[in-house]
């Protein structure tokens, strides 16, 4: 296997100018840069941090696992608040910032900003990030708590919760969570190939996912363009003859767990008109005169849309007429919980859903739905399954809970492993927004900084960190490279829509751009010892196909966009 995909990674080095050459990053790695995952170190060390820890003692090592929201929250935290903690951060992709990167949808662009919070962070010289390397299987929890003083497991929810119901495996049938990777560009989803040959699809949830995943489905080329969406998502949508959504959920109105800013961008998608039964809204005015603001003015919008009827003023005859004469629509369905899915004659594919009808017991969020037995069925070629992410254990050591889907803890602190921490999905579960994890994040930090000051760790010797870990790989026949960047323009790597080179085993840029180099900015080389095949296996995310080939221990392979990598 092909441990690392990059190499160190040097962003805006302060005092290093915008940028370094290739020689220049060479002889750093000579220097000491050299072998290491998907790396990326900064410079500078900011100054103002409160000093745990006398001059003489050795620095904390502390090992973040997971490069999403909690793991850079968790880092920033630290390193803001213990000017000696040194961090390094683990992810099993080549690429940093998980969800914000893959999950987040490319028509909300002002979301992944916090990436730039995040770059400022990975640039302390007291941070580090490693990409590419999968704990649990490269390296074990047990060995990095002999490598750091504390470990910090934020590797969030990597699987989805699945329906449970038969047909579930037919064709046609995908979670959310893949779709939305494969339109993010997440490799182990850029082969999905989703079926967008059928006039309806029907995603059963009503969370910001799901309506995510209509609106990318329904919203016009011309603007999915102006997104950083990958570029076979686009040709893939630009053939799609889906042109009615349905959302279906087990509970009603008042239980939807979208927040009104998804639900206004749908109303107001252009070439889509929503399409909400009035029966379904009669009578919510005086069940949310209690509710919590942002609950009322959700219900306030969702009865607006489907009770209210065009206005007599000009602007508003206008837009109903344009919504009326719309080629595309998507409506809520309530009180409906899956039973089947059913299949065409040849019982390959999906053609349709059968579904029970419920009714509710209790009130507000812990209502519950019961079903009546009745029963309705509704045809579609697409079935999107966006009712939960579910973190999965990472290994033996750990303790875990199957039933919750979290990992047992206290203020983030693993039960019974002292010097264990956790935060994010797989510390709550996955629930709540980037603020919410931003929170949550913050107090394992907290955890970790005050266990530090009352002596609860022991960092009266030295732990080698990464050295340590970098020793395991090789012994298990993992192998490194070096970075080098050819342009002088040097802007973060990791910025969505940079466009960068990724060769193996070239010593030279020059060779593989040739007249063509002025559209590429990022050449980054790297050598190993494995077969081409094993190579070709481990690099199937990295496409755009093979540029040089010199035998089977070094060859190479472009990417001319960062959507190529995800």
């Known amino acids: 296997m092909l441990s690392i995909a990059l190499s160190r990674l040097a962003i805006g080095r302060r005092g290093g100018g915008a940028g370094q050459p290739a020689a220049a990053a060479a002889a750093a790695a000579a220097a000491g840069m050299g072998p290491g995952g998907a790396c990326w170190r900064g410079g500078g060390v900011p100054g103002g941090f409160k000093r745990w820890l006398s001059s003489s003692a050795p620095a904390p ?26 961090v390094d951060i683990y992810e099993k992709l080549p690429v940093p910032f998980g969800l914000v990167r893959f999950g987040v949808a490319p028509d909300h662009p002002e979301v992944k900003n916090v990436i730039n919070a995040f770059t400022q962070t990975a640039r302390s010289e007291r941070c580090a990030y490693y990409g590419n390397v999968t704990v649990g299987r490269d390296v074990t929890v047990a060995e990095l708590r002999q490598a750091y003083h504390a470990v910090v497991l ?16 037919l064709s046609g049938v995908y979670s959310a969570r893949a779709f939305v990777g494969w339109y993010n560009g997440l ?66 109105p008042l239980q939807v767990a979208f927040t009104i800013k998804e639900l206004r961008e ?55 007429a344009a919504q009326a004469a719309a080629p595309r629509e998507w409506g809520l369905k309530f009180q409906r919980s899956p039973q089947e899915v059913l299949p065409t004659a040849d019982g390959r594919r999906a053609r349709g859903i059968r579904m029970a009808l419920t009714r509710l017991e209790g009130l507000g969020d812990s209502a519950k739905a019961v079903p009546t037995g009745d029963v309705e069925e509704l045809e579609c070629g697409l079935v999107l399954s966006s009712i939960g992410y579910r973190s999965l254990p990472l290994d033996p050591a750990v303790p875990f809970d199957t039933q919750r889907g979290v990992i047992p803890n206290s203020s983030g602190r693993v039960e019974g492993v002292p010097g264990l921490y956790c ?70 790597m990791m910025q969505p829509n940079s466009s960068w080179i990724v060769s193996w085993g070239s010593e030279s840029c020059e060779p593989l751009l040739g007249a063509e180099s002025e559209p590429w900015k990022y050449v980054v080389l790297l050598s190993f010892h494995c077969s081409k095949a094993q190579g070709e296996r481990d690099l199937n995310s990295l496409k755009v196909g093979v540029i040089a080939e010199v035998n089977d221990h070094f060859w190479g392979r472009a990417i001319k966009s960062s959507t190529d990598l995800g």
Request: glycine share 10%; with cysteine; net charge neutral.
């Open 266 to 320: 749908m109303i107001n998608l252009p070439g889509a008109r929503p399409v909400l039964n009035p029966a379904d809204f009669t009578g919510l005015e005086n069940a949310i005169k209690d509710a919590p603001r942002p609950r009322k003015r959700l219900t306030e919008l969702l009865i607006k849309t489907a009770l209210e009827k065009p206005g007599e003023k000009m602007m508003e005859a206008q837009a109903a």
């Open 154 to 169: 934020s590797y969030g929810a990597e699987d989805n919760r699945v329906l449970g119901i038969p047909g579930e495996n």
């Open 61 to 86: 090592r502390v090992c973040v696992v997971g490069s999403g929201p909690a793991g850079f929250y968790t880092a920033q935290h630290i390193l803001k608040h213990h000017g000696g903690a040194r």
């Open 423 to 492: 935060s994010g999905w797989v510390k709550r579960g996955p629930t709540g927004v980037i603020i919410t994890t931003m929170n949550d994040s913050f107090d394992t930090a907290q955890s970790v900084l005050e266990d530090l000051q009352l002596g609860v760790l022991d960092v009266s010797t030295s732990r080698e960190g990464f050295g340590a870990v970098e020793s395991i790989l090789h012994s298990r026949g993992q192998c490194w490279g070096a970075m080098s960047c050819c342009s002088s323009q040097h802007e973060s």
């Open 187 to 252: 490799p182990e989803n850029r082969d999905l190939k989703p079926d967008l040959s059928c006039e309806t699809a029907l995603i059963l949830g009503h969370g910001n996912v799901a309506l995510d995943v209509a609106r990318i489905l329904l919203s016009p080329l011309h603007l999915l363009r102006k997104t950083d969406i990958t570029d076979s998502s686009l040709a893939a949508l630009a053939c799609s003859k889906v042109k009615r959504v349905w959302l279906v959920g087990r509970r009603g």
